[in-house]
């Protein structure tokens, strides 16, 4: 019971409740995430095997650091109790998707799966809707909005023929056609995508029984962080997870909502205690994470919402400094307050990995980054997502081709570096055609067949990292990213990390390695980041910053318009998720925040006059202090 010093009452009684349905609620910093961590270990302790215990997080980043965490605590209970018993394997620690590509693997053949299915992105899914959008003529209809309107229809369970049924408007009936193409070609290339990964393992255990009951034998515990933003199919998983006994516990803060535009759905942790009926529910209440002056500010701020439960977050944490508010003259300006107090904070022993800037959009950084590289200061920006590098993907393109992968693959590489095989060429290819190739181009198209037969070869006896440094330079990307620019040296740099990360899968038989790491490629997400230990300042959107905390947090572009965001089809609750976020972002900061605005901002290439953001406002007076940026005379 050691691990229970230092826990208040309330997290205790969620941890000791180890049966049954449980419900944590509490607001930002409150201990939810640590007493899921510490909940496993309790639930170990009463003689569960740890791999009856499966715990799911929001990202990758979030799984791996939970991961660690229980065993280390595992590791430090093993050390009090005297080595009183061995860790078989460890508990079942991954996202949502992870757990749904678990699922659709172990049971591929019942599925009807000849071979495991490859994964779609959304980079592949938004290619997949370009496509489906030439083939129709269809007009003014946006890839990335049409792709987010059917994936947010998926992820409530509803499929493409569902949706054809009952499309009505001309705009509906648009999409159904558009989702239809997107989904044929989907089977084609025997691949699924991101919702694909939950709504196929939802079918499978809705249509068997016996898959279903062979889970719940697996999993006796099964624990959900962040449940507040679960979509509808993500929520029917976990229920048809959860085995008779009802051991789940679910956590979460209501106020922290911020992917409903995903799909994700409050009903689901508001209807709790209707899914399972004899749940408990336990509040956590005191915040360990920040000062007290940025809890009220962040609780003034959420005070301002409607459609909520009042709940109390307090702490008995120090005062704490103001929060302050730059009001720059420009964007440039903004950028470089920010750079400049980091500056100082770190001549006053503050370490780069200590402070985080966000903004609501992901344009923002490079204003931002700009300065950061004028200065010495290191910086990572959180977000640009490794594994959607063109480089990157070219990279392992060439892997899965070779193994036989999705067209997509095939028509990502067939010219890349250039070869000599075109559009026509390429089609014919794609087609099956390849017997009208002939002469010349036959020959260049055979050139690459020969060297993805050779990759495929390397791909079944070398170990992943060998197999990288292989393709890198037999595909001849190597040599074309070797020519001396700025950009493409960073390019190379990026293969090469590719190469490092591949490594870590070296020690496992090839095949089972390499799975492992294209596996992990395609479901990397948002907010997983590579070289995860630098010391380094991290820049990212609010979204992002999700379950983090950083003793500095820099809020940027505080305007109406951009945070809180205007967006399209705006209504009520969208402006409450906004007013969510911001309670997020204010909650990342344990010691002091620095707010701004830019009075004018640049946005396709013109200046405008900004109004500062409501949010501002909604902070009571004593807890702010501002600062006024120099006018910087533009002469034009
Ligand atoms: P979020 O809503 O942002 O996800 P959370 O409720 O999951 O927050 P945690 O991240 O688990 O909160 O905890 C916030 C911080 O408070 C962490 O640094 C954690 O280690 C610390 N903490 C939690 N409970 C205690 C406690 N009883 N004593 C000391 N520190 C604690
Ligand atoms: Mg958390």
Redesign the pocket.
């Known amino acids: 019971m050691q691990h229970l010093h230092?826990?208040?009452q309330a997290?205790r009684e969620a941890i000791l409740t180890t049966e049954g349905p449980l419900l944590v609620l509490?607001?930002?910093?409150?201990?939810?995430?640590?007493?899921?961590?510490h909940r496993v270990l309790q639930i170990i302790n009463r003689g569960c095997k740890p791999e009856q215990v499966l715990a799911i997080t929001f990202t990758n980043k979030a799984a791996f650091e939970m991961r660690s965490r229980i065993s280390k605590l595992l590791a430090e209970d093993r050390g009090v109790r005297g080595g009183a018993y061995e860790v078989s394997a460890p508990p079942f620690v991954s996202t949502f998707h992870s757990l749904g590509l678990t699922i659709i693997k172990e049971h591929a053949r019942l599925l009807g799966y000849k071979r495991a299915p490859s994964i779609y992105d959304r980079a592949d899914s938004l290619r997949a809707i370009k496509e489906a959008l030439k083939k129709t003529d269809t007009q003014n209809i946006e890839p990335r909005a049409a792709l987010g309107y059917i994936s947010r229809q998926k992820s409530d369970g509803i499929t493409a023929e569902d949706f054809a049924a009952t499309a009505e408007n001309p705009h509906e009936r648009s999409i159904s056609v558009i989702w239809l193409l997107y989904e044929q070609t989907l089977r084609q290339s025997t691949a699924l995508d991101f919702d694909d990964l939950i709504g196929v393992a939802v079918r499978l255990l809705v249509d068997n029984q016996e898959v279903r009951l062979s889970y719940q034998r697996r999993w006796r515990y099964i624990h959900v962080?962040?449940y507040q933003d679960t979509n509808s199919t993500q929520a029917q998983l976990t229920e048809l997870l959860v085995g008779p006994q009802q051991n789940i516990c679910a956590?979460?803060?209501i106020d922290?909502t911020i992917y409903g535009w995903r799909g994700a759905r409050i009903a689901n942790i508001l209807g709790f205690e209707k899914t399972y009926s004899s749940a408990k529910i336990i509040l956590?209440e005191?915040?360990?994470?920040s000062t007290k002056t940025i809890i009220a500010a962040a609780n003034d701020v959420i005070a301002k919402n409607i459609f909520r439960r009042e709940k109390i977050l307090y702490t008995n944490n120090a005062e704490g400094e103001a929060l302050s508010l730059y009001q720059a003259f420009d964007e440039t300006d903004e950028a470089t307050f920010i750079v400049r107090t980091i500056k100082e904070l770190l001549e006053d022993g503050a370490s780069p990995r200590q402070c985080a800037v966000l903004y609501r959009a992901n344009f923002q950084s490079r204003a931002i980054e700009e300065r950061f590289l004028d200065s010495e200061i290191p910086y990572q920006v959180v977000g640009t997502r490794f594994f959607e590098r063109k480089e990157i993907k070219d990279a392992l393109s060439y892997v899965r081709a070779a193994l036989g992968g999705t067209m997509a693959d095939l028509a990502r590489i067939a010219n890349m570096p250039p070869r000599g095989i075109g559009k026509v060429t390429l089609i014919k290819l794609l087609a099956g055609r390849e017997k009208e190739l002939t002469g010349a181009v036959g020959q260049k198209v055979s050139n690459l067949h020969t060297l993805l037969a050779r990759i495929a070869k390397a791909a079944a006896e070398l170990p992943p990292s060998k197999l990288m440094r292989f393709v890198i330079t037999e595909s001849g990307l190597e040599a074309l990213l070797k020519k001396d620019t700025i950009e493409e040296g960073e390019r190379l740099e990026n293969l090469r990390e590719l190469v490092s990360l591949a490594a870590r899968y070296d020690a496992l038989p090839p095949q089972e390695g390499l799975e492992l790491f294209l596996e992990s490629a395609a479901l990397a997400s948002d907010q997983d980041e590579l070289k995860d230990d630098a010391d380094a300042v991290r820049l990212m959107t609010v979204h992002a910053s999700?379950?983090?905390?950083f003793p500095y947090i820099f809020i940027a572009g505080l305007e109406e318009g951009l945070f809180p965001y205007d967006r399209e089809e705006d209504d009520a609750s969208d402006k409450e998720e906004e007013r969510r976020l911001m309670y997020?972002a204010l909650?990342?900061a344990?010691r002091k925040i620095y707010l701004s605005y830019a009075s004018y901002r640049t946005i396709y290439g013109s200046k405008n006059a900004t109004i500062p953001s409501q949010f501002l406002s909604d902070i009571s007076e004593p807890l702010i202090t501002g600062e006024t940026g120099e006018k910087t005379v533009y002469l034009d």
Do not use: P, S
């Open positions: 230092g826990m208040n997290q509490a607001g930002a910093g409150a201990g939810k995430t640590r007493v899921i961590a962080d962040e956590v979460g803060d922290q956590l005191e915040n360990y994470r999700k379950g983090l905390e997020v909650t990342r344990q």
